[in-house]
Antibody, heavy 121, light 108 residues
Framework: EVQLVQSGAEVKKPGESLKISCKAS????????VGWVRQLPGKGPEWMGI????????RYSPSFQGQVTISADTSTNTAYLQWSSLKASDTATYYC??????????????WGQGTRVTVSS | EIVLTQSPGTLSLSPGERATLSCRAS???????LAWYQQRPGQAPRLLIY???SRASDIPDRFSGSGSGADFTLTISRLEPEDFAMYYC??????????FGGGTKVEI
């Protein structure tokens, strides 16, 4: 069974760093793209970026380029999303999700349960 | 980027009724790479439709998708209580990036 299990909720202060995780199981992790999606409270999802763990090929949405870093560790089947300096506007729920095929040809099929990030002074 | 506009913002219906949701793109969606997701409160999105009209695994046949180019529709033929939720369209074919619509809430 394919599963994506994300790390727990975080409460941080502006300017702090953060790395959240998404652990995959039930499939060959290095053969499928894993993406990250932000959802602001009461809003629609926004695609942030995506990584192919097999060769670490990473693509970012222009809106998030330079704001976050996406990485993956094939030894632990885990994808990561990190910030070096959080802002209050980063308060949102973040989802990881898997692509069952080529990037720009298939939609996300499996999703993690979401990680709620709250940034407040 | 391709902007997706969903309408209506809210659809107020009763169980057993038919729901018709619209998704309009700012430009033609390559190869009709358009998906629909359902999201219940506190849950992750769930894939319903891909390629504009193909149902994802284990999705009941009361859900159907249609359309091409820049105009797409999700139809729920007879609403069940569990269908009252948010629905989002997404295009996944543009080299400028993946985008989602703003959503339609189907409420009782």
């Amino acid at each position: 069974e394919v599963q994506l299990v994300q790390s727990g909720a975080e409460v941080k202060k502006p300017g702090e760093s953060l790395k959240i995780s998404c652990k995959a199981s039930g499939y060959r992790f290095d053969n499928y793209w894993v993406g990250w999606v932000r959802q602001l409270p009461g809003k629609g999802p926004e695609w942030m970026g995506i990584i192919y763990p097999g060769d670490s090929d990473t693509r970012y949405s222009p809106s998030f380029q330079g704001q976050v870093t996406i990485s993956a560790d094939t030894s632990t089947n885990t994808a990561y999303l990190q910030w070096s300096s959080l802002k209050a506007s980063d308060t949102a729920t973040y989802y990881c999700a898997r692509l069952p095929g080529d990037f720009l040809r298939v939609p996300f099929d499996y999703w993690g349960q979401g990680t709620r990030v709250t940034v407040s002074s | 980027e391709i902007v997706l506009t969903q309408s209506p913002g809210t659809l107020s219906l009763s169980p057993g009724e038919r729901a018709t949701l619209s998704c309009r793109a700012s430009q033609s969606v390559r190869s009709n790479y358009l998906a629909w997701y359902q999201q219940r409160p506190g849950q992750a999105p769930r894939l319903l439709i891909y390629g504009a009209s193909s149902r994802a695994s284990d999705i009941p046949d009361r859900f159907s998708g249609s359309g091409s180019g820049a105009d797409f529709t999700l139809t729920i033929s007879r609403l069940e209580p569990e269908d009252f939720a948010m629905y989002y369209c997404q295009q996944y074919g543009s080299s400028l990036g993946l985008t989602f619509g703003g959503g339609t809430k189907v409420e009782i």
